[in-house]
């Protein structure tokens, strides 16, 4: 943090061009290997469908994987949200007591490098299998985690410089905690935010993998590629990634009208 | 009348009886009048933040007592008697430079309308009142230090501590900020007490200079700075200002020989 005085900078269409054709280049490119491999090599359409194929099935079937996607999508944000809620309530509850804290961070690290999804099948007895709810409490469990431990490590990792400042204008512990822990704390929950969105979609598809309504996404998946419709399956796959690309996406535009301060936030066009 | 510091007979020993005690101080004794501005002067480790710290609260002394304004340390504190700034600004990144100025205001519950007019009588006395809604990434190291010096200042605290505030700077922004600080000092009256390693620092400055010799942290001397005041760009080449100088670094090589 030297040096002379920056301010932000608007990106010009020229340095968004700039910024994002390498990524749309890859894109094409990759998709173009795929069919010609597929072609050259005359791979099995059950093995690997050519993308022009895939397309096609896409447009086919168009409302049946949207509604799917949407049905998965939106237990994947309630899963989410539970989550997320929890995995804060949690951290902002043990960051009085630290000793309640530093006894539970060992065990929340070790679960959750855990694979809690192998949970699905158990929640889908615990409740209803055809509600949202196994395939959200299972996402809410994977984001949870996350979500608190980073929260917790946000709120205790504050310089102790700004700690020693706030005690030497005789702060009382409630503005300590909601005008520097909290806003400190932003970044890392940010982080486990975007991670979460992820990590939800891939927790609610693969929950549906250990069955479910026929109208979601895992379901469908599943189920497709069971009977060989592997075009179809695909077509499902591409609505999960999509998924995935939006929700996380809405993660960071939060987070970038919420901490505009922050680090991340400097050189959005990147340089 | 009351000093505004009076340390008497302090000791600071960390991690006591542990295989990492070390003896920070030992027998400081010293009074500091209202409005002087006296610097801690000494090698590094010698305890000269320690002792800073101590008169701040932020350290409780192992032995000794610190009087502040008549009164103990901590009561001191909770009275908020203490504008402190560190060698890093430690500005809050999410608050706008503004609002750093602002925040012990809000924390001592002052109106919106005070703490604005203040911040912004603040920020015009270390002259940065054009970047009032910027954040702190987008200031240069000098002036993020302006901003932690005029955060400090906006409740008017009766004592300002300053440990090595200006270490990160350049010479010349160095220069330029101690004539700043002087410049506040004479118009707030504010008591002073400030740390650094730079010898023409502490004489330039001070009322008087604290030279201190370290393990364990003793004062070795003190030196009084008459120095007509205020204080400008020609006071550093009056002829008394090289005969202090000259004083205070003897001090520090008879203490750096034992
Ligand atoms: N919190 C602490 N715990 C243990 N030892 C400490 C602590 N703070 C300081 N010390 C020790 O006390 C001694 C004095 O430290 P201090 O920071 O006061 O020195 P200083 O004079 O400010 O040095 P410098 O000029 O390098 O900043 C050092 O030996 C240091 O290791
Ligand atoms: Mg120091």
Redesign the pocket.
């Known amino acids: 943090m030297t040096g002379a005085v920056t301010t932000r900078r608007m990106p010009s269409v020229g340095t968004a061009v700039r910024h994002y054709l390498p990524a749309g280049l890859i894109f094409i490119g990759g998709i173009a290997l795929w069919e010609t491999v597929v072609v050259v090599f005359d791979i099995e359409r059950f093995l690997l469908p050519q993308p022009s194929r895939i397309a096609r099935v896409f447009v086919d079937e168009f409302g049946v994987v949207v509604s799917a996607g949407w049905l998965t999508m939106r237990k994947a944000m309630f899963g989410f949200a539970i989550g997320a809620i929890a995995g804060i309530s949690m951290a902002l509850l043990t960051s009085r007591w630290p000793l309640i804290r530093d006894g539970m961070m060992p065990f929340a690290v070790a679960v959750n490098s855990t694979p809690i999804i192998a949970l699905a099948p158990i929640m889908n007895n615990w409740f209803p299998i055809t509600s949202i709810w196994p395939g959200a409490m299972v996402v809410a469990l994977v984001v949870f985690f996350p979500v608190m431990i980073n929260a917790v490590r946000g709120l205790s990792e504050v310089p102790a410089g700004s700690l020693e400042l706030m005690d030497s204008y005789g702060a009382a512990p409630r503005d300590v905690l909601f005008k520097v822990r909290i806003p400190h704390s932003l970044p890392y929950v940010f982080s486990a935010f975007k991670v979460g969105t992820t990590l939800s979609i891939i927790a609610a598809v693969v929950s549906e993998y250990f069955g479910g309504s026929r109208e979601n996404l895992g379901v469908y998946i599943s189920q497709q590629a069971a009977l060989f419709h592997f075009a179809e399956a695909w077509a499902a796959i591409l609505v999960a990634s999509f998924s995935g690309i939006v929700f996380y996406l809405a993660v960071v535009m939060v987070e970038r009208a919420v901490m505009p301060w922050h680090a991340s936030m400097r050189n959005v066009a990147g340089t | 009348m009351t000093s505004a510091v009076a340390i008497a007979a302090v000791d600071?020993v960390?991690?006591p009886g542990s295989t990492?005690q070390?003896e920070?101080?030992r027998g400081i004794d010293l009074t500091v009048a209202p409005g002087e501005f006296i610097s801690?002067l000494?090698?590094?480790?010698?305890?000269?933040?320690?002792?800073?710290?101590i008169v701040g609260d932020l350290?409780t002394p192992t032995t000794g007592t610190v009087a502040v304004n008549g009164k103990t340390a901590p009561q001191a504190r909770k009275d908020r008697d203490y504008g402190i700034v560190f060698?890093q600004a430690t500005l809050y990144e999410w608050r706008t430079v503004v609002r750093n100025v602002e925040l012990p205001l809000e924390v001592m519950g002052r109106g919106k309308e005070e703490r604005e007019q203040r911040a912004r009588a603040m920020l015009d006395l270390v002259q940065l009142t054009e970047f009032a809604a910027h954040f702190p990434y987008q200031l240069s190291g000098g002036m993020q230090q302006r901003v932690a010096i005029a955060r400090a200042l906006s409740f008017e605290p009766s004592i300002l501590l300053m440990?090595?505030p200006f270490g990160a700077l350049d010479e010349m922004t160095r220069e330029r900020m101690q004539a700043e600080v002087l410049r506040i000092w004479a118009q707030t009256g504010t008591t002073v007490v400030f740390?650094t390693?730079s010898i023409p620092e502490a004489v330039f400055l001070s009322s008087r200079v604290v030279v201190?010799s370290?393990?364990p942290?003793r004062i070795a001397g003190i030196v009084d700075i008459d120095l007509p005041q205020p204080r400008d760009e020609v006071t550093r080449e009056h002829p008394r200002f090289y005969e202090k100088l000259t004083e205070v670094r003897e001090i520090l090589r008879s203490v750096d020989r034992s």
């Not at chain 2, 000494?42 to 710290?53: D, M, V, Y």
């Open positions: 600071k960390f991690n990492d070390v920070a101080l801690l000494g090698p590094s480790g010698c305890g000269k933040s320690t002792l800073l710290r350290v060698q440990d090595e740390v390693h201190m370290a393990r942290g």
